[in-house]
């Protein structure tokens, strides 16, 4: 099945913020926001700005009437900025006029007296100050101390990642209205529409039921949206509460690009030991990583790093340990993956070092470590593992040997073009880290033609868990899929929702519905045998038609329904779901945190211009762990966009901080993300075949987040290429690796 959206997005129909229409009298935000990183604020200077035509209100910290704070799992974060900035780009005064050049004009008129202190930006600096946003964590397998004497070889080093725009297509923004009661509608593009509801209520100082939040779908999250988009729909909410008129706030790009935090940049020690038979004994990591200037969700990313530090190897003597860093950057935030492939570009960089001393080829050194089921995780769950399935298929299926070749081959032939290989095993856990999270709701409703109406907690973003959703429905009740309509994500309608994140949303509200829409079939079952006069447990429905003993009748969905209401029996469900079996300890660092994992292997091969240092990604061939894939489009779609996503992050997206901590790359002519000239020219991608009963949808798997760590492969690949043309190249493990960093790898001379 087509993803649904396809079609109005086809036609140029699909509502985003920006398409709501908005009603008479509404004012347009914009924001002024710190030029400094860093400083005391002592006083803002709105006089050049309020009485300009247009400007209605000009809004600072000292004009809210609840609470100045945003701070989800930390309260450290203020709204708009009452005594000191913390990075550039902090919201100071808020500006509504009638029209949005009004508002934009009027900022540049407003002067805020900054008295300038200290900027870090480097989070090793802001570790070695003491300047940290939680205390440190540590995970513990085995004992590396007494591990080290066992090893043969031990390789040390340091790896470091950096940031990533997410650069959805559609900016951050709200439209806040004003109801009756001093009730406030957000419209929000957000990930998490509870996270705004319970913000937007802490700082108007009203309760909860007094905030509904409406999202209809976003033109892209990847965790951008997740924390962040809070901000935007507090502020027009507190506009509209203080003018009692809608206001309305659409980013600019560039505004976007410097106000908001991205993926984590982190900086890391590891060192690896191996024995004579290549097997990994034990592995050592410290993890700096860059949160920015307030926790956001920075404690939760770090905490998924640890998670994954070993991706899909089996170390029986693991210590790692994670710093999150206070920097005066804006707060970085989730960003596909979510913390888990800065951890696992680590491992890689570790297993490649090795590799290169030892002088064999690293795919030796990662098919002898794969985690195999019965293997036990760093944080104690017990693995059920595909990784040798996946590495296997990937070799079988695509001839890793041959391919091998044939690079070496075009290799010798080519002086100045050089051909790079690399496989990227992944292992991701699914579920979300913090176990009170794993819990979503759907509301069902059967209407009396037949129709059906559902609502969830899942937020459509582009990544199909709309028609997933709708699947569900229509699975369950065998009928047509045109029959039912999935309604906006709503905070009246389904409460007390997690964001849509940790790629769960499918699973979790993909069971909820099942659960509604089984409740209901279950009634409707009972209302059919007794019309028919034989047993509930006789009947079925297949394609709209009522069975008996798998005989169909003449009932239809349609009567059988409408039969069902007359006899005053609910066709409507609101169903709780949550995965059982997860627990976890952050005493202990153990437990089991996860539902399941996604497992995968991708062989990824590059050609660099041995000239000019640019290059192409031939190919990335992948066998992904789809379980019993829902939906193959969609899912083939998730890995694809994924994939070059991840290759973005590797290769080419480029986040540049000066020393005072002004953003440089603050455009799309100075940050270069992935077009369809650098998408690869072939992604290949096979399902490995599994039918497990694994707490998922449909014993689907979840699909959202993995793929996007194939792309490290492409990270490692270039760096082989690079060494093929200069075998002495003495390259640092730091990614991107940009046309400018392999140009001078390629002419390197030590
Ligand atoms: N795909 C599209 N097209 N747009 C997005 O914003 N976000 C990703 C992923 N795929 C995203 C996407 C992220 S970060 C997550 S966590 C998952 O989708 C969330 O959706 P799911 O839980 O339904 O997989
Ligand atoms: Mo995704 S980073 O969990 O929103």
Redesign the pocket.
């Known amino acids: 099945m087509k993803n649904i959206d396809s079609y109005t997005h086809l036609r140029g129909e699909s509502v985003y913020l920006d398409d709501i229409p908005v009603i008479r009298g509404t004012l347009y935000a914009a924001v002024f926001d710190s030029p400094i990183a860093h400083g005391e604020l002592l006083s803002v200077d709105c006089s050049a700005a309020k009485d300009l035509p247009g400007v209605v209100r000009i809004i600072t910290a000292a004009d809210i009437p609840g609470e100045n704070q945003i701070g989800g799992i930390i309260a450290d974060e203020e709204l708009l900025a009452s005594t000191h900035v913390h990075f550039c780009g902090m919201p100071i005064a808020l500006v509504l006029a009638d029209t949005e050049e009004a508002a934009r004009h009027a900022v540049k008129k407003i002067k805020a007296d900054i008295r300038p202190l200290p900027v870090i930006t480097d989070p090793r600096e802001a570790q070695a100050k003491g300047e940290l946003i939680i205390p440190p964590r540590t995970f513990i397998l085995g004992d590396t101390t007494s591990a080290w004497a066992q090893c043969t070889h031990i390789i040390e080093g340091r790896a470091d990642t950096n940031g990533q725009e997410?650069l959805?297509i559609e900016t951050q923004g709200a439209y806040a209205v004003p109801q009756e009661s001093g009730v406030i509608r957000i419209h929000s593009s957000t990930?998490g529409p509870t996270a705004v509801q319970r913000t937007a209520a802490r700082v108007l100082n009203l309760s909860m039921h007094k905030i509904e939040v409406d999202t209809t779908r976003?033109g892209?999250?990847?965790?951008?949206?997740?924390d962040q988009a809070t901000t935007w729909g507090v502020l027009c909410a507190l506009g509209a509460h203080l003018t009692n008129r809608p206001v309305k706030y659409a980013l600019h790009r560039m505004e976007d690009m410097r106000m908001t935090g991205k993926r984590h940049p982190y900086s890391s020690d590891f060192r690896i030991g191996l024995d004579k038979d290549l097997k990994i004994l034990a592995y050592e990591a410290t993890f700096y990583q860059n949160a920015g200037a307030a926790a956001d969700l920075s404690p939760a990313v770090m905490e998924r790093t640890l998670f994954h530090c070993t991706n899909a190897y089996f170390i029986p003597n693991v210590k790692a340990t994670a710093y999150s860093c206070r920097t005066h950057l804006p707060p970085n935030t989730?960003?596909?993956?979510?913390g888990g492939p800065q951890g696992m570009f680590v491992i890689e960089a570790a297993i490649a070092k090795a590799a290169g001393q030892l002088g064999i080829p690293a795919t030796a050194i990662q098919e002898k470590n794969l985690i195999r089921t019965g293997d036990e995780f760093p944080y104690g769950q017990i693995a059920d593992s595909e990784a040798p399935a996946c590495w296997q298929q990937a070799d079988e299926q695509y001839h890793l040997s041959a391919l091998q070749k044939e690079a070496d081959a075009f290799n010798a032939a080519n002086p100045l073009h050089k051909k790079g290989l690399a496989v990227m095993p992944i292992c991701f856990g699914i579920s979300f880290t913090k176990t009170l999270m794993n819990q979503a709701r759907s509301l069902v409703h059967v209407y009396t033609d037949g129709s059906v109406g559902i609502s969830t907690g899942?937020?459509e973003?582009?990544?199909?868990?709309n028609t997933?959703m709708l699947q569900v429905a229509a699975a369950v009740f065998s009928i047509r899929p045109d029959r039912i309509r999935i309604n906006t994500t709503n905070t009246y309608r389904i409460a007390n929702t997690s964001p849509?994140?940790?790629?769960?949303?499918?699973?979790?509200?993909g069971k909820a519905t099942e659960s509604a829409c089984r409740q209901i079939l279950e009634r409707l079952k009972a209302s059919a045998a007794a019309d028919l006069g034989t047993e509930p447990s006789a009947i079925t429905i297949a394609d709209e038609l009522v069975c008996i003993n798998g005989v169909p009748s003449s009932l239809t969905w349609p009567q059988l329904v409408m039969n069902t209401y007359v006899k005053r029996i609910s066709l409507s469900e609101l169903a709780h779901y949550t995965p059982p079996g997860l627990h976890y300890n952050p005493a202990t660092e153990k437990g089991h945190p996860f539902a399941y994992h996604v497992y995968g292997t991708a062989i990824v091969t590059v050609t660099v211009d041995c000239l000019r240092g640019i290059y192409d990604v031939d190919s990335v061939k992948v066998v992904h762990d789809f379980g019993r894939s829902m939906n193959e489009l969609i899912d083939r779609?998730?890995c694809e966009?994924?994939i070059v996503q991840g290759i973005g992050w590797m290769t080419m997206e480029e986040i540049v901080y000066d020393k005072e901590g002004r953003l440089r790359s603050n455009a799309l002519s100075t940050y270069k993300v992935p077009d369809i000239y650098s998408v690869p020219a072939e992604i290949s991608i096979r399902p490995l075949q599994t039918d497990k009963d694994n707490l998922a949808i449909f014993r689907s798997k979840?699909?959202?987040?993995p793929p996007?760590m194939y792309g490290i492969g492409a990270y490692f690949a270039l760096r082989n290429a690079v060494k093929a043309f200069n075998p002495g190249a003495v390259l640092p493990y730091d990614a991107p690796l940009t046309p400018e960093k392999v140009l001078m790898g390629l002419y390197q001379i030590h």
């Open positions: 997410h959805y990930q976003l892209g999250g990847f965790g951008g949206k997740e989730a960003f596909r993956g979510f899942a937020v973003m582009g990544q199909g868990v997933k849509t994140a940790a790629s769960a949303a499918a699973d979790l509200n779609g998730q966009g994924g979840a699909v959202g987040e996007l």
